[in-house]
């Protein structure tokens, strides 16, 4: 390609276009290390048999969603919008960067930096069950088509914005639009297994004839029936270890590592309490630290007057936070009623009340005044308590609780405005439209619901009937690491081996039985036959080495326990 020349190519910046350049190059910088943030948030928040999937989507929502954004998304938004979308060829693939006005450089930068933050909840919502091509493809499918046209709306002078709606840096366009997408992908999609009903093993497979039919291709469509808790022992047929994705780590293993990891599979226990509340808490304090300038760089320039300017937008953002988190953690518990003295204080839920705070405030930070920006910190926790509430009454499964951060809080955001807008707002009762100002907030609302709803609902649908949406149920339990990463690691294979094989240790128990079975023997004048003793011995020991969920087991306390029993009778 030949260099890009155009007007402004030799064109140097003032000294005051210079700062705001910095400015804004520096809040891009810290905007993009939220990336890092909420990695670790949404792996602290899932399970640890997820969490390389969880930082591979990460990696490639910033990496497709940069290119997408690029190639379409960033002239889609901002290439001359007359009232939909952008269709100036200088602003696709950055061809006339050089031959407006505009730095598009250094906007670029700012706005890829948000582009990426729009598309974070979807996969975190979707975590654990989601197969990984259908999300890379919906990131690129968000950040080049779905996001841009919204952003033309809004921050391009499109309709919503020649109509007073105001959303200075993304209640609406950014977090609800994500949240919208997440729900509707996660309602399609499905809980995870055994989150809000228990099933069999039986119940989570289709029929043997259905799984081996040559029509079905990634992973059979899995029809749920509700089981009871049974203790009879179930048995699973080879077929199920056959079909999808689990064919593949079965073949890896040895005839003997295949029993045993089809036993653990019996045996696994699902466990959904957030898997690592140091990542959670770091995650946290990266976002709000980033969050700063999410919602101050936005001003795109340092000459502002005091009462919008960078710093106190920072001021209500920190306020608004602080008083959500405190809000959640205090009240979850009691809305829920999962209240205890040993349970007292969640700190999953403290953070997610901080993010639902921080995305309140996004939209009105500019325009309201610090009692404000408590109140709206205040009620935005109230709506995420509410809003998880709701998840759970409809049995919608976010392992993360994005659904109710970024959608809830950021619809509460885009409200707040209208009502607490210090020129335009209810407060100011001199401003006769304040009532039209507030109706048009929600009707844009609506819009940017519709709008993103209707399209992810579409892609989602589509993914489900092909059957590229949910991973196999058998890859579900055993994680998404072990099926796209690598496989079982020595470490599973070590604790399969400890876990489910007795058999090798067989000697070893029959001297120790042999020699405590003897001293107890001689002690307590028991006639029982040390052969016979020594049988019901081993065979108490395996039963109960197979039934327990720990690697380590202690022989030497098992055997003298049984002995005290057999002694006893």
């Not at 006339?96 to 450089?105: A, I, L």
């Not at 998840?391 to 392992?399: E, H, N, R, S, T």
Request: hydrophobic fraction near 40%.
């Amino acid at each position: 390609m030949s260099t890009q020349t155009g007007v402004y190519s030799n064109y140097q910046n003032t000294t005051d276009e210079q700062v705001n350049e910095v400015w804004i190059l520096v809040s891009a910088a810290f905007i993009l290390l939220m990336q890092i943030g909420t990695g670790l948030f949404n792996a602290g928040s899932s399970q640890q048999k997820s969490h390389q999937s969880i930082f591979a989507m990460k990696l490639f929502e910033a990496c497709l969603g940069t290119i997408g954004f690029w190639l379409f998304g960033y002239g889609l938004a901002f290439g001359k919008v007359r009232k939909y979308y952008g269709d100036d060829s200088d602003y696709f693939v950055s061809r006339g960067f050089e031959k407006v006005s505009e730095d598009n450089y250094t906007l670029f930068m700012f706005q890829v930096a948000f582009s990426l933050a729009s598309t974070t909840m979807i996969s975190g919502s979707m975590a654990e069950r989601a197969q990984l091509p259908q999300q890379i493809l919906f990131t690129f499918l968000e950040q080049s088509f779905i996001y841009p046209v919204v952003i033309a709306w809004v921050w391009g002078g499109g309709w919503l914005a020649q109509n007073g709606y105001h959303d200075f840096a993304g209640s609406g366009c950014i977090h609800v639009l994500g949240g919208t997408c997440a729900l509707v992908g996660s309602a399609v999609l499905g809980p995870r297994l055994n989150r809000f009903k228990i099933y069999t093993i039986d119940d989570l497979i289709q029929k043997e004839k259905n799984l081996m039919d040559d029509t079905l291709q990634a992973n059979p469509i899995i029809k749920f029936k509700p089981a009871k808790l049974t203790k009879k022992k179930q048995k699973l047929n080879d077929s199920y270890f056959e079909n999808g994705h689990i064919v593949h780590i079965m073949r890896s293993l040895s005839d003997k590592n295949k029993q045993r990891f089809k036993k653990w599979i019996l045996d696994y226990k699902f466990n959904f309490t957030p898997s690592n509340t140091a990542y959670l808490t770091l995650g946290t304090f990266i976002n709000w630290i980033g969050w700063l300038f999410f919602n101050a760089g936005s001003t795109l320039s340092v000459q502002t007057m005091r009462n919008s300017g960078p710093s106190k937008i920072m001021f209500n953002t920190i306020l608004a936070s602080s008083v959500s988190g405190l809000v959640v953690v205090f009240l979850k518990p009691h809305f829920l009623r999962n209240y205890t003295k040993l349970y007292q204080y969640d700190v999953g839920q403290f953070c997610n009340g901080i993010c639902a705070g921080l995305i309140s405030i996004t939209a009105p930070c500019d325009c309201v005044e610090p009692w404000a920006a408590i109140l709206i910190g205040f009620i935005g926790g109230l709506f995420f308590i509410f809003g998880s509430m709701i998840l759970i009454a409809f049995k919608v499964d976010d392992p993360v609780d994005a659904i109710p951060c970024h959608f809830f809080a950021g619809i509460w955001g885009v409200l707040a405005v209208g009502i607490f807008h210090r020129e335009t707002g209810l407060v100011n009762s001199e401003y006769a439209e304040r009532f039209h100002f507030l109706g048009w907030q929600i009707a844009s609302l609506l819009s940017i619901i519709a709008w993103a709803g209707g399209i992810s609902l579409i892609y989602f649908l589509i993914a489900r009937r092909l059957k590229l949406l949910r991973v196999h149920p058998l890859v579900e339990i055993i994680g998404l690491d072990r099926a796209y990463f690598g496989g079982l690691t020595k470490k599973d294979l070590k604790m399969l081996k400890d876990r489910y094989s007795i058999g090798k240790t067989d000697e070893k128990l029959r001297q120790i039985w042999k020699l405590t079975a003897l001293d107890n023997n001689s002690n307590s004048g028991s006639s029982r036959s040390n052969s016979s003793s020594l049988r019901d011995g081993i065979t108490k020991i395996k039963q109960r080495h197979n039934s327990t969920l720990s690697s380590r087991f202690n022989y030497a306390n098992e055997l003298q326990v049984l002995n005290l029993d057999d002694n006893q009778k």
